[in-house]
């Protein structure tokens, strides 16, 4: 077999998966779960029996010096890789595949109902499982070291700790600072939107932003995502609530960010690794700078605010354009991760960092989990979880065994923030958007940073777009910044 029939077989393999995955939480009826999920697993198991042969590790380690350095880089990635899960077990694996479809289904309904009881079974067999998964692998790593180090290469826990005690000394206090000088909460956050104007407002964010239908879908699912079919099909959801439409608006632009990074990759990497390599927390900074550090900004907004208002005259006929910037940017310290603005959001991180650690590398008892969860959102946000839905059922990611991605999130909105310094640098951002030439901005992004996919490494990528190495002051800086600006505060 050679690399590209290799190359050939896993893509095939992967867009059947990654076809059915995203129907699974979009459009497919909740009936049909057990057969697809039962075909899922086994397309899993097929695509991994092939990927842990011996005549793939023969192809790749011929490609891995090949002189075209699109095939030698990326069959080096995938190398890298293989390494890790080649010792598992094919049945096991296929099991995992098959728990973890079925874990999202219990998952939707616990959520639905508010039963914690209907995902606790399954989140049980899914931490159990991961950890048996992870001791398989080749790396030398702890259980939670291992599950970090998937989702950025080189993270550990001591690099997460030291950034969010960065956080904690420099930021968490600035919170209250923020909300004595708040006023109430604006209505506009809670003002009913319809479906239907909810559609139209998602037409406009798109279409401002230049995701189009020729490579880019919305659908709608219990908890947004996007996902990447090839570089040209990249596709994004959302979810509608009636009395919270900005929830609408800020999970599409946040979505969007993930996908124009990937459709804006190097043509030339398609069909190989580099096509689709680049680290969670890289991921989560293009989607991160997109939602927050442009998406809330009134520059952002003044273009497009009289347009939203034609929508919903209603809700934002007498609203001035500074007045809905500070709603969009109103702090409080709530319940929902996905809802949280941008100081109390690293928070919400903590929270899950927090209980993972404990459950990796403490191996805390998983039952009544949780509780847990509720106590460390007491410890964290100051408060009392009302119902589970509220706490550890909001996020889908453990349905999925992503254990150790959550720290992406928050590294990933620090990443953000030095790349956005630099874009200030190099090109007036403000002005762009008051003219609404998202253009110019896409072009930087893409030249700097999305053309390169994983070429580098997430911490190489940081200092060659910015000229240094990560500094989370760029993120405590802007934050403060943006606030006291808002807000008038006078900054010691």
């Known amino acids: 077999m050679t690399y590209q029939e290799l190359s050939e077989k896993l893509n095939a393999y992967q867009l059947a998966i990654t076809t059915m995955s995203f129907d699974a939480q979009t459009v497919a009826p909740i009936k049909g779960a057990p057969i697809r999920n039962k075909a899922l697993a086994f397309l899993m198991g097929e695509y991994f029996q092939l990927l842990t042969s011996e005549e793939a ?24 890789d293989l390494d890790k899960i080649k010792n598992i077990p094919v049945e096991e694996y296929v099991a995992f595949q098959q728990l973890k479809q079925d874990a999202q289904q219990t998952w939707e309904e616990a959520k639905n109902t508010q039963d914690y009881s209907v995902f606790e079974p399954d989140l049980i067999k899914l931490i159990d499982t991961h950890k048996k998964i992870t ?59 319809s479906h239907a104007d909810q559609e139209k407002i998602s037409e406009l964010v798109m279409n401002h932003l230049g995701y189009t239908k020729d490579f880019g879908h919305l659908g709608h699912a219990e908890h947004p995502f996007s996902s990447t079919f090839s570089i040209n099909d990249t596709r994004i959801t959302t979810h509608f609530h009636e009395n919270q439409f900005t929830s609408n608006i800020f999970s599409i632009i946040h979505e969007i960010g993930h996908s124009m990074y990937n459709h804006q990759v190097n043509p030339a990497f398609e069909g190989h690794a580099l096509a689709n390599n680049m680290s969670y927390s890289m991921h989560e900074s293009q989607s991160r700078l997109l939602e927050n550090m442009i998406g809330r900004s009134e520059a952002f907004w003044t273009p497009l605010y ?17 007045d809905f910037i500070k709603a969009i940017n ?83 909105t620090a990443y953000a923030a030095q790349f956005m310094h630099q874009m200030k640098k190099d090109i007036d951002v403000d002005a762009l958007l008051i003219a609404g030439d998202l253009k110019t901005i896409f072009a930087w992004l893409k030249e700097n940073i999305h053309q390169y996919s994983g070429q580098y490494e997430t911490q190489d990528m940081i200092q060659r777009v910015s000229g240094e190495t990560f500094n989370p002051n760029y993120y405590i800086d802007y934050i403060k910044t943006k606030y006291s600006d808002l807000l008038s505060i006078q900054l010691d």
Not at 159 to 167: E, I, N, R, T
């Open 306 to 322: 009289p347009q939203m208002q034609a929508i919903i005259p209603d809700v934002l006929g007498d609203v001035s354009l500074q």
């Open 57 to 80: 590790y023969k192809a790749l380690k011929e490609a891995s010096t090949d002189e075209n350095e699109i095939i030698r880089l990326s069959a080096q990635e995938t190398l890298i």
């Open 135 to 193: 001791a398989y692998k080749n790396d030398g790593l702890s259980t939670y070291e291992s599950s970090l180090d998937d989702f950025e290469r080189g993270l550990r826990q001591t690099h997460v700790d030291s950034f969010f005690s960065a956080l904690e000394k420099d930021l968490v206090p600035f919170i209250d600072t923020v909300l004595a000088h708040q006023s109430d909460k604006p209505a506009l956050l809670g003002a009913y939107v």
């Open 330 to 412: 109103y702090v409080e310290r709530d319940f929902i991760r996905i809802e949280a603005d941008e100081i109390t959001y690293p928070l919400h991180i903590m929270v899950r960092y927090a209980v993972e650690k404990k459950l990796f590398s403490d191996n805390i008892e998983t039952t009544n989990l949780n509780k847990v969860y509720a106590a460390a959102m007491k410890d964290y946000l100051g408060l009392e979880v009302q119902n589970d839905s509220q706490g550890i059922l909001q996020d889908v990611h453990w349905s999925d065994a992503s254990f150790g991605y959550f720290p992406t999130y928050a590294l990933g």
